[in-house]
């Protein structure tokens, strides 16, 4: 494990969460010392809110790109980003473009230092109230324990993984603050396995949920709807139902349980050990479902991610406040709009979403007319997701217009999208004016990163690999086919049940329908990447975009074409490397398979 520094942070992040409108506006001061700081209630806080921080990234984070870009839904046109290089295989034992793991250990030790003197009786957080101190520190308490699930979930999602004799591994857990005497010993330091993680995670969510109330509401000052946005008792228990899901893939079982093959080609040893995990998962998403506010499905709203307000979302558990202002439309609009157009959909993705009658677009039952794409009606979520030609942009009268020489298409502008297709999902496009540069518009952004929609998502995949499609499960009161033609009826305007009806056929096919629908349920919000590899996905999709081509007389011609190569074709890539850098300083660290020592 890399060497955490001893330090006791002297230079901290200060400030309290008063409202979402400033969501943990921390400001940065050296002035205190480490035994201020442990006395001082809003300066041992900040060291809590500096984990938020850390956590809280914006939705295109990566250099500024959605994850999305490493996948068959998007691409960037960022040849430096590491969303291409992580797209174009460019991992190797030595190098991990989107690697983060010097960032969570250190995530670890704020959140150890904090639950080690942030919580004492040197600290008073309320000076009128002792009952009041209490409560909050239980609430601090639960956040700290929530952090930690969350830091060491992005660890197993990013490092977990298959080594080369089989087994299944995840990261060295840490419980505590890591001394110099300890981390000057990195021998000690092993890969827990895979299970022993989540059951490290669960555990924690679990304490959390203990602390936390379900949600924030009311006018309390400790407990009351000003601290939304923070760590809640039902944003652990939707981590716990996500670490469970995760741990159920056929990606992570050892091979004593699933074998894998080759690419997208696994075998199941041990049917039983394997539908356990799954009904494990399926049986928790259901009780989470039971739980105030989240028994009602409803669809995103799309403005809730560009201006959504101070309000309490209905539908996201877990957000990152973005900021103000109008830097992700400059990092994504069209360069008409004097955008940079940096992550663009793909035809890949625009090739997923089914017609409004339900039957996907290769389907003769759906309408789709290749010469004239965009007159098929589909799935509501298209226009949520997609910009296309001859879509009016947002509320001005301007469509789009990729056609060679058009005003949105690469002959005018290097920048403009190679794909034929911009992004329109957190983009604010009612701004009245677009964007200018010496305009100061402002657009509040939000990163749902638990959404409860993603809830009734991972009870209905869990609840058909356990029981099969239709099979209402022990002391449940739905199945996975009730919860998807919920979903396609509300989220795609979907209520025609006869595609539905031919999935549900079969375990097999009504998973695939599943997969589809978290695809375009979730794109761009940086899931598609890892549910490719923890479903064992084909991981190699050739890019596709949609060329238009307007001839004399006016008429368009529309072709798919081959855009960019991914050539992510060997079964290492299911799995990341660890960071060389430990690997040396460790050799009881064993690497994930296909990595070398």
Known sequence: MKLIKYTFITVLLAGTVCSCSDMLDTKLTNEWSEDDTWTNAEKAQGVLLSVYQDVMISPDAWDGN????????????????????????????????????????????????????GLTNDVCYSMTSEDNDRKIKQRLKGEAIFLRAWTGFQLLQMYGGKTDDGSVLGYPIVTHFVTPEESSHPENF?????????????????????????????????????????ASGLAAAALKVRVLLYAASPAYQPDNIVRLNGMGDYTIVDQTAYQAKWERAATYAYEVLQMSGMTTYAALKP????????????????????????????????PFYYGNAQTVPSHNLAAAFPA?????????????????????????????????????????????????????????????????????????TDLANFIKPLDQQESRHYNPMLRKAEVWYNFAEAANEAWGPKVVGPDCTMSAYDVIRTIREKSGGITDVTYLDEMAVSQESFAKLIQNERRIEFAFENQRFWDLRRRLLPLDETILGMKVTRKVDGTEVFEVVPIEERPLDNMRYYYLPLPYDEILKNSNLMNNRGWGK
């Not at 291409?84 to 960032?103: C, D, E, H, M, V």
């Open 190 to 230: 092993v890969r827990n396995t895979y299970e022993e993680c989540v059951k490290q995670i669960a555990e924690d969510c679990e304490t959390a949920m203990s602390l936390l109330p379900l949600t924030y509401s009311g006018s309390d000052a400790i407990l009351g709807e000003n601290l939304f946005g923070r």
């Open 66 to 117: 959605f994850l999305d870009a490493a996948t068959d839904n998007a691409l960037t046109r960022n040849t430096g980003s590491s969303v291409y290089r992580a797209g174009q295989g460019a991992f190797s034992f030595s190098t991990n473009p989107l690697g983060i793991w010097s960032k969570c250990y250190n995530q670890f030790q704020q959140i150890h230092i904090f639950l080690d003197k």
């Open 303 to 334: 403005k809730e991610l560009y201006d959504g307000g101070d309000a309490q979302s209905t539908e996201f558990l877990f957000r990152t406040f973005v900021g103000k202002g109008h830097a992700i439309e400059g990092r994504h609009y069209p």
């Open 356 to 428: 409004k009658n339900g039957f996907p677009i290769d389907d003769p039952r759906a309408g789709y007319d290749k010469e004239n794409p965009y007159s098929c009606i589909r799935d509501n979520r298209f226009d949520v997701n997609l910009y296309y030609q001859g879509r009016k942009f947002g509320a001005n009268d301007s469509n789009i217009d990729v056609a060679y020489g058009g005003k949105d298409s690469d002959y005018l502008n290097e920048k403009a999208s190679r794909s034929g297709y911009y992004l329109a999902k957190f983009i604010n």
